[in-house]
């Protein structure tokens, strides 16, 4: 009888979008909204993928829902036997001349003032402008539209999700609240920027906090050990939760959770709005002419070796080119701190994190160059470009098929005449049994590695030097194959000459791997 009244009521405000929700649905609505959920939960756990449903006012979409499942009596009859919460009952002082404007107001009155137990309040406190100004106000500096938020939620939203889907939907067809915070913000923050959404190269980042239950999904930990690792990622936990929800029968989790949850008492609050770019990608070749230059910078036991590294001299400049927060760099192989590197250079690529500046023109990328060349005599870049993030992954790709070329300067302790050596220039597709050399055997896991020399070639210098060149298989250890790393390398130099062997000076000539593709001057 009170149902009836709202019903009444809502069928005359009944708002325009209209919900596309099915008979199945009504009892869905119905114990949600005993259960203490918001309107917009409902739709999700009804699986709504209608945008617009989510960005009206959450109002209409009550009563609508109010009116939906008032549609037919029967299906009021057949509503689950929970006991209508404070929401759904309607009687104010229980008087029946109470007007239905009355009873509305206190619907709308009590809905307000109440925590959805799935959201813990995510799509119905934040979803106002005020979220949006402020959404609004980090970005306005950045002058683009926004499109993609995140919401993080404490894991009690996302288990409650899981449990309620276990009973009343499919998990999959479910909107997750990050999703219908997103829809219902993208509405918000188009109307605040005054113009459309569209595929930017944005990110938002919104982050809620909820103490109360922030405990609640501990006992997960001891019901799937398995799913959690030590991390301070709070992506990699949330997938921990996620995980182990997915494990843990719905019988185990009943009995360490309430369902429905208890209706929280206050609202998770905002935690924090980060507006980034997404990340641009920097490639490139470098040389390296200097022989006390680690490629990254060289800490042992916290305390620095080298003043620089590659890495630095190279990153500093296109971080303030592209006036970024920070940068990931990797290279094509490295070379040791010792060995220069020469030719057309190495292959590198930088992600550029949260940049400010996202394109630089021809004049300007070269003029990025030139920066870069003259800050030191001991690097060089070329070909210097901006590449995409898939694109990057060809510099990684067959790394092991690759060639490299070397020249070696070499001691020998016997003295060697000319046509001694040049036995080796005949040499060709020698293979190698290399351990582990063992100067890496620290980082790196013992194994014996086969590596091909291609060729060799020698260049006599006086009884006790020898320049020799190589064309080898990427990944092969030069200096290791020189002196024989205590036959650990074979076979060696030393074992071919007859002879102790050194390697006193080491230069790349060349990386073979043609990406990035070269820009002509
Ligand atoms: C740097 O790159 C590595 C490998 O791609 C990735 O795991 C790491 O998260 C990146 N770091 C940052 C700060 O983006
Ligand atoms: C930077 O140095 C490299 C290597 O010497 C050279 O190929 C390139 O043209 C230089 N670029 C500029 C803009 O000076
Ligand atoms: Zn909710």
Redesign the pocket.
Known sequence: MCLSSVCHQSVISLSSVMLPLKEKDKPIVQKLLSAGCCARCILRFCCVRVQAAYRQPQQDTLKELQAFICDTENTVSEAPEEPPTKRVKLEPSGTDAQSEEDAAAVTLKEEESSVCVLCLGILHQFCGAPQAVKVRSHTVGHVQSVTYSRSRTVGHTQSVTYSRSGTVGQSDDVIQVKEAFKWIMQGLVAKELGRGVAVSAFEVGVEFIHEATDSDCHFLASACPDCFKPTKNKQVRRMAVVKALEKISDARFLKHYPCPPAQPSSCCSLQDVQCVHVSVFVAGRY?KFCRSLPQTPWVIDGERRMESSVEELIAAPILSAFRADGFNFSSSGREDVDVRTLGN?RPFAMELLNPHKSRLNRAEM??L??T???SSEKI???DLQVVSREAMSRMKEGEEEKTKSYTALIWTQKPIEREEITFIDDIKELTLDQKTPLRVLHRRALAVRQRVIHSMNTRFLDPHHFYLGLKTQAGTYIKEFVHGDFGRTKPNLCELLKTDTDILELDVESVDVDWPPAIP?
């Open positions: 040389n250079g070269k003029q160059q030139e870069i060349n003259k060089r870049v070329r001057e």
